[in-house]
Each structure stands twice: as structure tokens, then as C-alpha cells.
């Protein structure tokens, strides 16, 4: 407590909390309002998975930022384009797919700059353990002076 009696606020209420657009926050008759639809086909979406949103412990619907983008695709798709719900729901899920293999392909890719950065970084340490007393060798073929070797003679041992 402080000088006043109050209590004082526990760091965990310090922290600010994130909302980003994955953060389920609006109810169905917010997320009706904000996606231009009636609240019985956002219930009707839900029950044909096209658009699931997370749920409260009473089970109750929180649609994120993200759920409404979707809902709004989904329905431009509908009524634009003439596809049928079934078919939007195909595409969404290629969507998914598209995405999670995009991801897969930057991890993946980064990956691989990391080993090429560390088979670059042993390599360097190769070169640079090369002694530099070793002369370049000649191939013999392409050489025009012919060099004769005589071993020294051998000195008597006393």
C-alpha cells in the first residue's frame, strides 16, 4: 500500500496489453455491424467453418480484426463474384495453405543463408590456415627447363 492507504498496482497491470489483429475482441453484433452482415450469417458462417471465431468460456462468439476482413472477403466473394459458399470456402483454405508454405519457404530460406554464411565463415578459417611457405606447383608438361636431381654424395662415417 501506498501513503494513502490505496494499494499499489501489481507490475502485471503495468504491462500494456497487445491487440493486434488476430486479438478476438468484438462481439457478434459488433462484428455484424463492422462487416456489413446480419448476425444470423455470421452464426451461419461459423457453422460452415468459413469464418471461426474464438469463443468465451460462456461460448459466447469474440470475432478479431482479422475475422471481419474475412468476413468481408467472403462476402465479396459472394455477392461480386457469384461463388458459392462451398467454393469460398475451398479458397480459403488454399489461401491458408499459400500462406503456410510462404512462411515455410522464408524459414526455410533463411536457413540456408545461415549454413551458406557459417560453410563461407569455415571456409575463410581453411584458407587461412594454409602455411605460406608452400610454393604453387608447375605442372612439368608446360615447363621448357628440365631439372636434374643428383643426390650428395654420402660422407664417410668416422
Known amino acids: 500500500m501506498d501513503r494513502d492507504g490505496r494499494r499499489r498496482q501489481s507490475a502485471s497491470f503495468d504491462r500494456s496489453y497487445q491487440l493486434t489483429e488476430e486479438t478476438p475482441v468484438y462481439v457478434i453484433s459488433v462484428a455484424?455491424?463492422?462487416?456489413?452482415?446480419?448476425?444470423?450469417?455470421?452464426?451461419?458462417?461459423?457453422?460452415l467453418g468459413l469464418v471461426?471465431?474464438?469463443?468465451?468460456?460462456?461460448r459466447g462468439r469474440r470475432y478479431s480484426a482479422r475475422d471481419i476482413e474475412l468476413l468481408r472477403q467472403v462476402q465479396q466473394l459472394s455477392q461480386d463474384e457469384g461463388i458459392n459458399l462451398a467454393?469460398?470456402?475451398?479458397?480459403?483454405?488454399?489461401?491458408?495453405?499459400?500462406?503456410a508454405l510462404q512462411a515455410r519457404v522464408a524459414e526455410l530460406s533463411s536457413a540456408v543463408d545461415g549454413a551458406a554464411a557459417a560453410?563461407?565463415?569455415?571456409?575463410?578459417?581453411?584458407?587461412?590456415?594454409?602455411?605460406?611457405?608452400?610454393?604453387?606447383?608447375?605442372?612439368?608438361?608446360?615447363?621448357?627447363?628440365?631439372?636434374?636431381?643428383?643426390?650428395?654424395?654420402?660422407?664417410?662415417?668416422?
Open 32 to 47: 455484424a455491424q463492422l462487416s456489413g452482415l446480419h448476425p444470423q450469417t455470421l452464426r451461419q458462417y461459423d457453422r
Open 52 to 58: 471461426s471465431p474464438d469463443r468465451t468460456a460462456g
Open 87 to 99: 467454393g469460398i470456402k475451398r479458397i480459403i483454405e488454399l489461401e491458408n495453405q499459400v500462406a
Open 119 to 158: 560453410m563461407r565463415q569455415r571456409e575463410a578459417q581453411v584458407h587461412a590456415s594454409y602455411r605460406r611457405d608452400l610454393v604453387p606447383y608447375q605442372d612439368v608438361q608446360q615447363a621448357s627447363a628440365l631439372v636434374v636431381w643428383r643426390p650428395k654424395p654420402k660422407r664417410p662415417t668416422d
